[in-house]
């Protein structure tokens, strides 16, 4: 059963647009991650989110953890052809020591 | 620092063969865990070991186990293949595994069962 749902799962765009990719569960998450994963190689971490409401920006990506810590958001500004890639968010529940993966949003800029 | 090591990056079997995946982790790191990663369902959480014990595990069948060493490299073992087990099987080592730690991956290990 996947507990987390992203959308859209495919996005390709130009250049310079901006997006926004959405994390959503019915479950409430103790932190939230944010990876970006590329062909042949295991998922790279890029942020990590605690509290509710947090915001954190990584450069041209801004990331959001909902108020009541079931969902989360990732923004990305003027995208360029390096931010493609496969992007996951990831949350644990409790203090369990189990990470539960979103569906993935396959991300690509093209010039 | 060197990062998660697994072995082998790619592998064939048979089907009713078995296989034994490997995980170095980052010096340090005590915990280890283990994922596998399909087209169709995503990345899935196999199990994770802490110190030798193993802590978590996912909903997978017994075919699939693992274990871990005192030195907290880690193996993973499928029994009887079935084709539905070829996937990307990822590990990834933590300082301690919880909440909010940081997860850093291998690699990988592309398992194709014929």
């Known amino acids: 059963t996947q507990l987390l749902e992203q959308s859209p799962q495919f996005l390709s765009i130009q250049e310079g647009e901006n997006l926004t990719v959405y994390c959503n569960s019915s479950s409430v998450f103790s932190s939230l991650q944010w990876y970006r994963q590329e062909p042949g190689e295991g998922p790279v971490l890029l942020v990590t989110?605690?509290?509710?409401?947090e915001v954190k920006k990584l450069k041209r990506l801004t990331f959001q953890f909902g108020d009541a810590r079931k969902d989360s958001s990732l923004h990305i500004t003027a995208a360029q052809p390096g931010d493609t890639g496969l992007y996951l968010c990831a949350g644990f529940t409790g203090t369990a020591s189990k990470l539960t993966f979103g569906t993935g949003t396959r991300l690509q800029v093209t010039l | 620092k060197a990062g998660v090591t697994q072995t082998p990056r790619y592998l064939i079997k048979t089907r009713g063969q078995q296989v034994t995946l490997s995980c170095s982790p980052i010096?340090?790191?005590?915990?280890v865990s283990w994922y596998q990663q399909t087209p169709g369902q995503g990345l899935q959480f196999l199990f994770e070991y802490f110190s030798e014990t193993q802590r978590n595990k996912g909903n997978f069948p017994g075919r699939f186990s693992g274990r871990q060493f005192s030195n907290s490299r880690s193996e993973m073992n499928v029994s009887t293949l079935e084709l539905g087990d070829s996937a990307l099987y990822l590990c990834?080592?933590?300082?301690?595994?919880?909440?909010?730690?940081?997860?850093?991956f291998g690699p990988g290990t592309r398992l194709t069962v014929t």
């Open positions: 989110v605690v509290t509710g409401g």
């Open positions: 990834a080592s933590s300082r301690t595994g919880g909440s909010p730690d940081e997860q850093y």
């Open positions: 010096s340090g790191h005590r915990s």
